[in-house]
């Protein structure tokens, strides 16, 4: 999907690698449907083929992207980066004051991202390499934060930029055995996106532990990540 939350008034956007499949499954497979269901799919548009929609259906699936968080969120998600980004005074269940979630790639996949072939990677890049860039240069957005390494990583190689990266030791993750996982974060400003002029500058925080699913990560390293976004949007929105 290409957006999640109101897109066209979000200033912060927080940013993933591509779609969950738990976006239109629940654990075990099965096809979230009727009340259960997150998003649009071609069986609730009433299609055959994606080929058949018209402009009506295309604003269908706007409107309910934008409406996401106010419908069946993945919580178990998307709770852990709003409780981060708290102190932005900014929630993706905030009608007045949302968040918005974007993803590098907008396609679902049924494997999750580092489990996919090489070449299904490339060829799932190419598809949507400027599709992120359009959405930003229409949208007040004007800071991205990048939630884990891997989706640091995808950035820079579609951006063509290096982040600034700083060691912080407060966010270390504790090991049982042998030293720990250290945190890093990252910082910088880009103005184009995969060829495309966005208009204007837009900041970028990021950090290598995935909250959602990096071993170990605490509530107290939650809480400094979190404290840290505040001071970066701050020094963004001023």
């Known amino acids: 999907m290409p957006f ?25 497979g099965e096809p979230l449907d009727g009340s259960a269901r997150r998003l649009p799919t071609i069986e609730s548009l009433g299609l055959l083929t994606w080929g058949g929609a018209t402009q009506t259906h295309l604003r269908t699936i706007f409107d309910e992207c934008a409406a996401y968080f106010h419908r069946n969120p993945y919580d178990q998600w998307f709770r852990v980066l709003d409780r981060a980004l708290a102190g932005t005074g900014q929630s993706f269940y905030d009608i007045d004051r949302p968040l918005c979630h974007l993803d590098l790639i907008p396609f679902t996949t049924s494997e999750k991202w580092g489990s996919l072939e090489a070449k299904q990677r490339t060829d799932l890049i190419c598809r949507s390499r400027d599709i992120l860039g359009l959405y930003l240069r229409d949208s007040p957005v004007e800071l991205l934060v990048l939630n884990g390494r891997s989706v640091v990583q995808q950035f820079e190689d579609l951006v063509g930029i290096n982040l600034a990266a ?27 996106w995969a060829g ?43």
């Open 196 to 238: 495309i002029d966005l208009g204007r500058p837009i900041s970028v925080v990021g950090y290598n532990h995935n909250l959602q699913s990096s071993y170990g990560v605490t509530n107290d390293v939650i809480d400094g990540i979190g404290g840290w976004l505040s001071e970066r949007w701050n020094e963004v929105s001023r």
């Open 4 to 28: 999640f939350g109101s897109l066209s008034r979000a200033r912060i956007a927080t940013v993933g690698i591509n779609p969950s499949n738990r976006e239109f499954v629940d654990a075990l």
């Open 166 to 192: 700083e060691v912080m030791t407060a966010w270390e993750l504790p090991r049982s055995r042998g030293a720990g996982v250290p945190g890093i974060a990252y910082r910088g400003e880009f103005s184009s």
